[in-house]
């Protein structure tokens, strides 16, 4: 049924160096995701270089705390050689680690800077969205982050374009491309955000939109996968999804109801 070639995960080389299509595809979505907060940042009143000293510390402290919440969940595999931990170019990065690395270093960056927290990342959370959707498609030609194999009669009554599930076709069986699917969510998701800001929310509240609408459907889609990290005998990032809905939910209802945050996303 697909008799496209797979597509080549290297875009192309400089010299012995491969510049390959997940990094140029990461890179797109933090630059997008760059220009879309900033004029946000500035809009609300944020100094123009805000963003961009904020980023010089997010950034690699992000990719660290990826890689470590990788390692930590896939010790069995580095135990033995405990020197391959630092050999992030051979792949081994997840999502879940590089926000919670992004997170706590907005944190504590905000708390030195005198800046409300819950206004930055309540700003910021579009920009992580349109991140996790351009990275997505990294996977996609990677052909990882997948899930279990499709049937025929799936494929023929799909709305899902051939040449992606061609890429998703491995040694001769076709896996359902969870990477489009979370990345549809993300877009989803994205809208909506988008809309909200029309609304009289409370600061902090985008922010528990976000990681309550990231977190249902990453639970969902996990469950398909078949590279999933765990911890026991769960899935990690099911997991870390169900404390962060909890967490969002209990701090939406404490900080509305019982604190009563006057303050919205709208006032500077």
Known sequence: MFD???????????????????GILITTGIILAFIVVQKEMVKRG???????????????????????????FSWDSYKDNPADVFK???????????????????YFYTKRRGISFWKVVDIAVPGILIGQIIGRWG???????????VSQSFLENTWI???IMNQMTIN?????????????????????????????LKRGEMFFFYLTWYSIGRFFIE???????YGGDLRAAQIVSIIAIVFSV?????????????????DK
């Open 46 to 72: 944020m100094h123009p270089d805000f963003l961009t000293d904020l980023l010089i510390w997010a950034v690699p402290l992000s990719i660290i705390s990826a890689r470590i919440y990788y390692v930590i």
């Open 172 to 200: 001769g069986v076709t896996y359902h491309p969870t990477f489009l699917y979370e990345s549809l969510w993300n877009v989803v998701g994205l809208i909506i955000i988008l809309l909200l800001r029309r609304v009289r």
């Open 223 to 229: 469950g398909m996968r078949t590279d999933s990290l």
């Open 88 to 106: 992030i170019w051979e792949g081994g990065i997840a999502i879940h680690g590089a926000l919670i690395g992004a997170f706590l270093t907005t």
């Open 250 to 266: 209990s701090m939406f209802i404490w900080r509305r109801f019982i604190k009563k945050v006057k303050v919205e996303y709208q």
């Open 4 to 22: 496209l070639l797979a597509i080549d995960p290297t875009a192309f080389s400089l010299g012995p160096i491969d510049i390959r299509w997940y």
């Open 161 to 163: 374009p051939d040449w």
């Open 139 to 149: 996977n996609f030609i990677n052909q990882e982050a997948h899930g279990g194999p």
